[in-house]
Antibody
Framework: EVQLVESGGGLVQPGTSLRLSCAAS????????LHWVRQVRGKGLEWVSG?????????????GYADSVKGRFTISRDSAKNSLYLQMNSLRAEDTAFYYC???????????????WGQGTLVTVSS | DIQMTQSPSSLSASVGDRVTITCQAS??????LNWYQQKPGKAPKLLIY???NLETGVPSRFSGRQSGTHFLFTISSLQPEDIATYYC?????????FGQGTKLEIK
């Protein structure tokens, strides 16, 4: 069974940093692209970032970011720990949201649908 | 960026009704479109991928079809457990983008 479990959310002040983690299990971690998607409480869904597979040489570890987070957030993955991360720096009030870890159905960050979602972790940026 | 225009934003229907939600893409996205169901306090659940393919385990009353850049999601006979918010999402190109959502309620 595919499982994605996020952690690391919490209440932080504007301008500070936070790192989210996602522990993955139930599938061959290196063979799939992974993404972060966020949702403000009661609002719609926003794609944040994605990272491609690490099994092959072609486009291994390629990353993408939404314009709203580019230069502030960094996505990474650790095959040894079967974990996905999102390092969030220079946090703003508008980054407040539930952050979901999401698996893609294939190896690349484009043209593979998102199939499995974690339950999310809440990030609140407030003074 | 590819814009996804979803309508209606809310919908009230009776049990047994046929319900249709539409999503219009601003550019050609081939068939790279998902439909999700999200219930309060839960993560989105994939229902349809590649515009018309039913995800494993999803009831057959849910369906999707496409006409060019216009996408339709249909529930053939609304059930009480279908009360949720539904989203379309394109995955042709980054940034992946979602429709605004359709909140479905029972009349």
């Amino acid at each position: 069974e595919v499982q994605l479990v996020e952690s690391g959310g919490g209440l932080v002040q504007p301008g500070t940093s936070l790192r989210l983690s996602c522990a993955a299990s139930g599938f061959n971690f290196d063979d799939y692209a992974l993404h972060w998607v966020r949702q403000v409480r009661g609002k719609g869904l926003e794609w944040v970032s994605g990272i491609s597979w690490t099994s092959g040489s072609w486009n291994s570890g390629r990353t993408g970011y939404a314009d709203s987070v580019k230069g502030r957030f960094t996505i990474s993955r650790d095959s040894a720990k079967n974990s996905l991360y999102l390092q969030m720096n220079s946090l703003r009030a508008e980054d407040t949201a539930f952050y979901y870890c999401v698996r893609a159905s294939g190896y690349y960050i484009e043209r593979y649908h998102l199939d499995y979602w974690g339950q999310g972790t809440l990030v609140t940026v407030s003074s | 960026d590819i814009q996804m225009t979803q309508s209606p934003s809310s919908l009230s229907a009776s049990v047994g009704d046929r319900v249709t939600i539409t999503c219009q893409a601003s550019h050609d996205i081939s068939n790279y479109l998902n439909w999700y169901q999200q219930k309060p306090g839960k993560a989105p659940k994939l229902l349809i991928y590649d515009a018309s393919n039913l995800e494993t385990g999803v009831p057959s009353r849910f369906s999707g079809r496409q006409s060019g850049t216009h996408f339709l999601f249909t529930i053939s006979s609304l059930q009480p457990e279908d009360i949720a918010t539904y989203y379309c999402q394109q995955y042709q190109n980054l940034p992946y983008t979602f429709g605004q959502g359709t909140k479905l309620e029972i009349k």
